[in-house]
């Protein structure tokens, strides 16, 4: 099931330590919403008149409730079927920063892609990983 009429948006945090592997940030969705104890990133549906990067800004700030300073470094437009599309930006930050559970979201956490693997992902960023590991591969 898909929320919006108009398709979604979310920011896919990125940490690139030098000499290290990358790590995101991902939150662990409540029991209010759909894919309940998945873990994926903060983000939801594009409101009527919404760019999908100010959804995705203001789905950060009402799951996470923080909005750090940031660089978005690509934009991935997921099909899910039926017309409707995801936007995933991945955005990079010069730090891991504190994210908190304020709506929607039950946990948060950095992981690697490795370690991420390991973890009962939503259907979406499950796709956006093995799409990723699969360029990595590839590139």
Known sequence: MHWGANGGAGLLFRYAAPEAEARYLLTRRSRLVDEAGSWGIPGGAIRDGE?????????????????????????EEQDCGGGWRFHIFTADVEEPFDAYSVRETDATGWFTLTAA???????????????????????
């Open 51 to 75: 760019s999908p990067e100010q959804a995705a800004r203001r789905e950060v700030l009402e799951e996470i409730g923080r909005l750090p300073p940031y660089r978005v470094i690509d934009v």
């Open 117 to 139: 693997q390991d973890l009962l992902l939503h259907p979406g960023l499950r796709r956006w990983l093995t799409e990723e590991a699969t360029a990595d591969t590839n590139g």
